[in-house]
């Protein structure tokens, strides 16, 4: 228990608990992403050098971004005071934390496998983390990608809302309710589009 | 010459042995931020009055010509206005996070200035994934400019801001496979081994550096480019654009905070020149073999001054891009032929394998006729979507 410790998880900590107790939205994100970076810092500490890269290039420099975005795309994200947030159902809250918490402090503090001694501890390299990555994990890690470029063109479909009738009807392959949410914003649009040929 | 060559870090290992024992490590901490600050708060300094003056040259005007001689004592007048400036903060602006917003951007920029190798032995912080480190840091510079605009209460700031954070997103993604390129060849992510790498030269007077490589040479182009869209620099400082949103998420920054942003952006500048010097240019590596007794930083920061230089060069040169045309030409052209690249690269990795006379050149033909192809394929494309009619969903 060194001093780096102390500080690294006392900011963690100190910024997550601001991230749950203010009320402006944009301040519990940012506060959230200095959680990410104190936990980065843990990780560095740790020797888990690219575990702890990882954790800044993915979480402080994109998830953030992405959390703010849809902050703000949000209704009622703004002008909120920082206030406490006080009601009556804190009291039942504290008491499942406290009650969830001990069990899991009991069944760790009485498992058998504590008083084990630990091996020693394995030189996670980059480049043994990249070549388990290629050959005993590569399926898990295409799987993944796989799964993230769904997401990514669901999510660019979803967002082609304004497009003309043109390229329109050709996007027939896109099916059921999808489509539906493409053709019906273009009718709307179509009198203003005609409107500026003719002029 | 050895001795000139490693002035610093002997100097260094010197003034460390006045110290005793347990303060040593905190001192050479200390020092090399020190040394850090120190170089590239000059060469900030050096660089504002040369734009300022090479602009001038291309537009065909003086440029800054009063204090001092040429008026080359212009940044020293610059940092007393900004230092004695009031500081305005908007009466609605988000106070902690207005003020917080150029330290969030100074701070990760100097963190990746401390990963570059200098010169020979000269890294401030040798990591083994060095170039991860460079990247981790760098994304979190899209937060500060989210800081900045939000927390200024300003629509110009805050269109500025997403504008910013779209382009810095869009042009993060070629801006690292083209430097996948050099991790795959190298087989590491430390800087000083992808250095050590080019060191050599080929038929005893051609440095092997990857720039002479057909990958290395369409990788250092996509390089740039990218990086001059990290960096916000015309053509691609639409996020500041003067003639649409006034300064874009710098609006409502005055006195020494903009100071302070002024010289994060200008070190993030130096920061990916310095880190394609490192990937591309051969790091503090001579270009020829008898040029070897100048030290090696020196031939680091000639390198680095010279891309400033191209940076000013193109600032004076092209016009800004439009927003479109912005996201079509990451997306559809720097990405693809970025991909392609990292294929290009692989071929020539696995066809080190061929032994025969003249191997290398049916290597170097076979290479650039790929790159060459889809540079002309994806190019055309790119023109062909260009020219047609553009279509406002908001403006009509």
């Known amino acids: 228990m060194n001093v780096a410790f102390i500080l690294i998880a006392g900011l963690t900590l100190g910024s997550a608990i601001a991230a749950m107790s203010l009320r402006n939205l944009v301040h519990c994100a940012l506060c959230t992403v200095i959680t990410f970076a104190g936990l980065a810092a843990m990780y560095l500490q740790l020797n888990a050098q690219f575990v702890g890269f990882a954790q800044i290039l993915v979480y402080v420099g994109a998830v953030a971004i992405l959390i703010l975005f849809a902050v703000l795309l949000t209704r009622n994200s703004e002008n909120q005071p920082n206030t406490l947030l006080a009601s009556p159902s804190w009291i039942i809250g504290i008491l499942v934390a406290i009650s969830v918490s001990g069990t899991i402090i009991y069944a760790v503090v009485k498992s058998t496998r504590l008083a084990q001694t630990l091996p020693p501890a394995p030189e996670a390299t980059v480049q043994k983390i990249g070549e388990q ?8 890690l295409e799987i993944v990608a796989l799964l993230l470029t769904a997401a990514m063109i669901g999510a660019v479909i979803i967002a082609m809302r304004d497009k003309n009738e043109k390229e329109d009807s050709g996007s027939k392959m896109i099916t059921g309710n999808a489509r539906e949410r493409v053709s019906q914003p273009s009718t709307i649009h179509h009198p203003s589009s005609s409107q500026k040929t003719t002029r | 010459m050895q001795s000139l060559d490693q002035i610093f870090v002997t100097g260094k290992q010197w003034l460390l042995a006045f110290l005793p024992e347990a ?3 905190v001192g050479s901490i200390l020092l090399v931020i020190a040394a850090i600050f120190g170089v590239f ?9 040369l734009e300022r003056k090479i602009l001038g040259r291309i537009q065909n005007r003086f ?13 020293a007048a610059d940092g007393i206005k900004m230092l004695t400036k009031e500081d305005i903060v908007p009466r609605d602006a988000d106070k902690i996070i207005h003020f917080l917003a150029p330290l969030a951007l100074i701070i990760p920029v100097a963190l990746a200035l401390s990963v570059l190798p200098y010169g020979r032995n000269m890294v401030p912080v ?23 605009g939000w927390s200024s209460r300003n629509k110009y700031s805050l269109v500025g801001a997403m504008r910013g954070i779209a382009q810095m997103i869009s042009y993060e993604v070629p801006l ?5 390129t050099v991790i795959m060849i190298v087989g590491s992510l430390s800087l000083v081994k992808i250095v050590e790498a080019q060191s050599g030269f080929l038929f005893g007077f051609l440095p092997s550096w990857h720039v002479f490589t057909p990958w290395g040479f369409a990788g250092f182009f996509l390089f740039m480019i990218a990086a001059t869209a990290e960096s916000n620099r015309s053509p691609f400082d639409l996020p500041e654009a003067e003639s649409e949103i006034i300064a874009g998420y710098l609006t409502e920054y005055s006195g020494f905070k903009y100071a302070l942003f002024f010289m994060g952006e200008y070190w993030g500048m130096f920061a990916i020149s310095g880190l394609s010097v490192t990937l591309f240019l051969g790091g503090w590596n001579a270009p020829f073999p008898f040029l070897q007794f100048i030290p090696s930083y020196i031939w680091f920061f000639t390198k680095l001054v010279l891309i400033i230089f ?15 045309q912005l996201m079509s030409f990451a997306w559809k052209f720097l990405l693809p032929l970025a991909l392609t690249n990292i294929v290009v690269a692989a071929i020539w990795f696995f066809s080190r394998a061929l032994q025969f006379p003249g191997a290398l050149g049916l290597r170097w033909i076979f290479c650039a006729a790929i790159l060459a192809v889809s540079y002309v394929w994806l190019g055309r494309g790119v023109a062909q979507a260009q020219r047609a009619k553009r279509v406002y969903q908001y403006a009509e």
């Open chain 2, 310 to 324: 191209t940076f000013i060069w193109l600032r004076g040169t092209v016009p800004r891009l439009r927003l479109d």
């Open chain 2, 23 to 25: 303060l040593q490590p």
């Open chain 2, 126 to 148: 040798e990591f083994d994934a060095g170039l991860l480190f460079f990247f981790a840091v760098g994304a979190s510079t899209e937060l500060s400019v989210f800081m900045a």
């Open chain 1, 133 to 140: 990555l290629m050959t005993n994990y590569v399926l898990p």
């Open chain 2, 63 to 75: 440029g800054p010509n009063r204090v001092g001689p040429f008026g080359f004592f212009q940044p």
């Open chain 2, 41 to 49: 708060a000059t060469l900030f300094a050096v660089t504002t009055i």
């Open chain 2, 176 to 180: 690292v496979l083209s430097t996948v």
